[in-house]
């Protein structure tokens, strides 16, 4: 504990040099910019903005994309709230009553229970953060390659099996990344696999070029395509920014449920922040006191679901931190920024690098304050984005998207990879096939392979060990239990 | 009920990749050393996995379609239908893209595509929009190339460009 606190300190230390305070408040700025864009996610967000660190030491790039991170969450849930187009799925429950309370003028309150739900929820998951990675780490310095491969293997089942519409097609968008995450030379052997013989497919494929394709190229080419003729309607910020003692008193204990709710989801790789959003607000429907305003701008249908958001997406800093496993595809894209500067996030870069992990931690309570104070008060220049006309919004969102790809080894072959899995991303978002499991398989299939490969090499070729180790085998049981138990519930539904 | 051949297709799409994935996998040479996992075992794996969601996808489809699939009708989804020129000139932007960065370099190319996303988005005012593009493509290679160090093609503005000194 004392230990914890002094790393902390340490942490603050680094994280509070006036040049890393910099990279976070351009971070947070920068995130809310993008973030505020239609259709742009904080996989995107973070994705897109990659580039823009390559100049950056290790720490300070970590340190903004913290900022990033956070900044990419409040940006969407603007958007979600004065435009109704959820970014991703994790703000639909936001958007259900949050739009409606922009309609009856009252955005202003909404936008203030986001940010300030925001800061709190995200303060307290910090904080368990800062409390529980110390301890994980404990743990997870005994698990050896099959407890690893056993994890991985369940994160790949709740991010694709549990969330979303289906199964079967979560499970598709998975293999496909981890089909993508096979291409290039296969570190232990030397073999290459999948290349074709394209040089540039060698080194793999890149988690920038994937998610920019899927989400950019693939988003854009969608709305092109089916709702660029729609007539658009964005409310109007209205109503005061500052909550009124009602709203205070409806929106705390809201913020504080979701925080608790939201954590777990986010820290036991249970499938990303969508499950907790909704399981808030349907908590804050049964026990509000105005029933009555559920349905027309109810402010604990926005405040529970936001807070529960951020406390979830800062609790998946715990397996990513700790155990180098994302559970989302945010997450295995800031995966993909650790691994372009060497680092492979797990319980031993908390000892080879405490100043590193410690100094992110401490950016992330930083964070949360510079969204605060920044964000709400710039409110009204954020909205001004939004007026920009359609046409130049997507044509701004392609052309800075696309940079991201490209500077990456200035190679028009990416922009050809970059088109095709724009195609993919077209076809996955009309026939409903969800694209973060690809994101995830791409970035964590290799490392589940090299920990499937290390396991069998201990075991001198035995596949027992997966079953004989007993964490790895409940893991693996629950993995299947997980796929197989929304399949259950349907069918005694049914009977 | 209503025919909807694309799913049919996009499952035997699937499998078909799997079983590509497969071929693939059996050229890939075995070796693994004294654990027996070659650089094949992964590949086999995923082949095997996108040969049964293909069967399962197919399966879905062809009873009644994939379940809870967002509706095939662009109204219920509160769309409009597929707007085949936006689509294309949102595709003639990227495919220019690609051909212009190395040659005409990257301020250019950054504009046609803005201004071909522009003009499929419904925008009807092309030459401001070239012009909007040219001014961001060169905002943003100035940001590159100074402050970033990150080499972006120059092109065909190189004279315009070197004799800014950038």
């Not at chain 1, 408040?25 to 903005?49: C, D, H, R």
């Not at chain 1, 030397?190 to 920019?212: H, I, K, M, N, Y």
């Not at chain 1, 070729?461 to 997966?466: A, L």
Request: one cysteine or more.
């Amino acid at each position: 504990m004392l230990e914890t606190l002094h790393s902390l300190y340490q942490g603050f230390a680094v994280a509070l040099t006036p040049l890393n305070l910099f990279w976070g408040f351009l971070g947070v700025t920068l995130g809310t910019f993008v973030g505020v864009l239609p259709g742009v996610g904080p996989a995107l967000t973070v994705a897109m903005l990659l580039p823009v660190t390559v100049k950056l030491d290790a720490t300070g790039a970590l340190i903004m994309f913290a900022g990033i991170y956070y900044g990419a969450m409040f940006g969407g849930s603007t958007t979600t709230i004065l435009l109704n187009t959820p970014g991703e799925s994790a703000s639909i429950a936001t958007a259900l009553e949050g739009n409606l309370m922009a309609k009856k003028g009252r955005a202003g309150a909404a936008l203030a229970t986001c940010a300030i739900g925001s800061f709190v929820a995200g303060t307290i998951a910090t904080i368990l953060v800062t409390l529980l990675a110390p301890m994980v780490i404990e743990i997870a310095l005994k698990f050896g390659p099959a407890e690893y491969f056993a994890l991985m293997v369940f994160a790949f089942t709740t991010v694709s099996a549990v969330i979303g519409s289906s199964t079967v097609r979560g499970l598709t968008s998975l293999f496909l990344g981890l089909l993508l995450g096979l291409v290039g030379i296969d570190s232990q052997s030397g073999q290459s696999r999948f290349t074709f013989g394209v040089p540039e497919l060698l080194d793999g494929v890149d988690v920038v070029v994937l998610a920019v394709g899927l989400f950019a190229v693939g988003e854009t080419l969608y709305v092109a395509a089916y709702s660029s003729r729609v007539e658009e309607q964005i409310e109007q910020l209205r109503g005061s920014l500052w909550m009124s003692k009602e709203d205070w008193k409806r929106s705390l204990p809201a913020w504080l449920r979701a925080t608790l709710i939201g954590f777990p989801f986010g820290s036991i790789p249970a499938g990303g922040a969508e499950i907790p959003t909704f399981l808030s607000y349907a908590t804050e429907r049964r026990l509000t006191r105005y029933p009555q305003e559920f349905g027309h701008g109810a402010i604990e249908g926005v405040a529970g679901p936001e807070a529960a958001n951020n406390a979830s997406v800062t609790g998946a800093l715990v397996p990513l931190l700790t155990l180098g496993i994302p559970t989302s595809a945010t997450a295995a894209v800031l995966l993909g920024a650790f691994q372009n500067y060497g680092i492979q996030p797990g319980p031993l870069l908390f000892q080879s690098q405490p100043d590193l992990v410690w100094g992110l931690i401490a950016s992330l309570y930083i964070g949360n304050v510079l969204l605060l104070i920044l964000n709400l008060p710039l409110v009204g220049i954020w909205v001004r984005v939004l007026e920009i006309p359609r046409p130049l919004l997507y044509s701004g969102i392609l052309l800075f998207a696309t940079v991201g790809a490209f500077s990456l080894h200035q190679s028009v072959t990416d922009l050809v990879i970059l088109y095709i899995f724009g195609l993919f991303g077209f076809i996955m978002r009309r026939w409903d096939i969800p694209v973060g499991p690809a994101v995830i398989g791409l970035i964590l299939g290799p490392l589940a392979e090299t920990q499937f490969r290390r396991a069998l090499s201990i075991s001198q070729g035995d596949p027992s060990v997966f079953v004989t180790h007993p964490i790895s085998a409940a893991v693996l049981a629950l993995s299947l239990f997980a796929v197989i138990l929304p399949h259950l519930i349907r069918h005694f539904r049914r009977a | 009920m209503k025919a909807k051949p694309a799913e049919p297709i996009l499952s035997i799409a699937v499998l078909i990749l799997g079983i590509a994935v497969a071929i693939g996998t059996a050229m890939l040479p075995s070796g693994g050393g004294y654990a027996g996992v070659g650089p094949n075992v992964a590949p086999a794996i995923v082949a095997a996995g996108l040969i049964l969601i293909g069967i399962w996808l197919l399966y879905e489809a062809l009873s009644g379609g994939w379940r809870n699939a967002r509706p095939d009708d662009p109204a219920a989804r509160g769309e409009h239908p597929f707007h085949v020129g936006a689509f294309v000139w949102v595709s003639v932007g990227l495919f220019a893209q690609m051909l212009l960065m190395q040659r005409a370099g990257f301020v250019l190319a950054q504009a046609v595509l803005f201004a071909s996303v522009a003009r499929g988005f419904g925008s009807a005012r092309p030459l401001r929009d070239f012009a909007a593009g040219l001014l961001l493509g060169f905002g943003v290679f100035v940001f590159f190339v100074q402050f970033l160090n990150v080499n972006l093609p120059a092109g065909w503005l190189r004279p315009i460009l070197g004799a800014a000194g950038i």
